[in-house]
């Protein structure tokens, strides 16, 4: 495993931003990961926070956070480039993908990839990718702000009952017990009902909508989403996270007694201890 973590502040951040924008290279071949390496080490809009040559290295640097756009390979070492995009997808990290050839590409667009750059690709093609990556995460952090200027903004107020009122969801808002949820991504609003939705992630305050390939982040918390979903649909596995019980594949016994689940998107998701003999009686398991 080829793995280095780089110092996190060496730039400031341009732009009305706090700090630089924070990049994982991820390629096998030392000659393209050297040269991937110099160019995003030339802005200094940027920051080169990591390099791998391997897909667990990826996936470890990915899950120690601090990351904002990850340069990954398609052909790695271990698991392949889609998969850990996938991965740093439902992380919020944003995908650069690079590859040899083309064949792949509709699985990455599947995955909201910012981009991706066939080899051999010039230095603007690359400069032109990481603007789209900037861009984007500068949208998501005016969303993720609006949204809380709205939490401050819209205080419930101490006043008698109201009569409960039909109405259409508000982006942000849960309607309890109605398994749907308006959530934005990308400068658009989705209405996301709870049969699509595969599994449930804490994401610190936020939630992320597991949707096959697609992830959706929700505004409220894990909790809250949880209580607005049909009793019984969704279990809870582990602390962060809840699956939608029709979208089981299987259910594998692992070593020592750990249990996993595979979902029908193929995402394993392990089961904690403390859930594990509750998860397996709902299931329908002796335990």
Known sequence: ????????????????????????????????????????????????????GDGHGAIEMIDRGGIDVALLDVSLPGPDGLSIGAHAAARGVLCIFTTASLER??????????????????????????????????????????????????????????????SAPVMGDLAPGRGRF????????????EAQIEWIEADAKYTLLHLGHKVLRAAEGFS?????????LFLQVNRSAAINTDRIREVQELFKGNVGIVMNGGTEISVSRRCRARVLATLGAKV
């Open 224 to 232: 809250a989403v949880l209580a607005n979903t049909t009793p019984g």
């Open 182 to 193: 308006l959530v934005r991504h990308d400068g658009r609003m989705s209405l996301v009902r």
């Open 105 to 166: 590409a509709a699985e990455a667009f599947a995955i909201n990839a910012v981009d991706f750059l066939v080899k051999p690709f010039a230095r603007e093609r690359l400069e032109t990718a990481m603007a789209r990556a900037a861009e984007r995460l500068a949208s998501q952090q005016a969303l993720s702000l609006a949204q809380r200027m709205r939490d401050l903004l819209v205080q419930p107020q101490a006043a008698a009952p109201q009569p409960r009122q039909e």
């Open 1 to 52: 495993m080829l793995a280095a973590q780089l110092p996190l502040d060496r730039f400031p951040m341009p732009m009305a931003a706090a700090r630089p924008l924070r990049v994982l290279v991820v390629e096998d071949e030392p000659l393209a990961r050297q040269r991937l390496e110099r160019l995003v080490s030339a802005d200094p809009a940027r920051e080169l926070v990591a390099v791998c």
